[in-house]
């Protein structure tokens, strides 16, 4: 779905805890931004994340049309609504 959606092919990370590992990696980078003068987060990355590329899954051209159609009138109705929710809270 999500590969359908974005049209792009999608992969899982070897880790079960990506979002963690994310934060981690996230921090690393500002760290060595901060310390060091710079970092590359593609260089992070590749040494500290690992892809299963079993789970590599590939957009399904149907279903992307779709999404396509589907998030265009989202749009619409998002336009025709924001002046009715303009204050709302």
């Not at 934060?23 to 931004?33: D, H, I, K, R």
């Not at 079993?54 to 957009?59: A, D, F, K, V, Y």
């Not at 589907?70 to 809270?89: A, C, D, F, T, W």
Request: glycine share 6%; with cysteine; net charge negative.
């Amino acid at each position: 779905m999500v590969a359908d959606i974005f049209d792009c092919a999608v992969v899982c990370p070897v880790s079960s805890e990506a979002g963690a590992m994310g934060a981690a990696l996230q921090a690393m980078w500002c760290y060595l931004e901060q310390k060091e003068g710079g970092g590359s987060l593609q260089t992070i990355t590749d040494h500290f994340v690992s892809l299963d590329e079993s789970t590599r899954t590939q957009p399904e051209m149907s279903s992307v049309s779709q999404y396509a159609d589907i998030y265009q009138h989202y749009l619409q109705l998002s336009n025709l609504l924001k002046p009715m929710l303009e204050g709302v809270s």
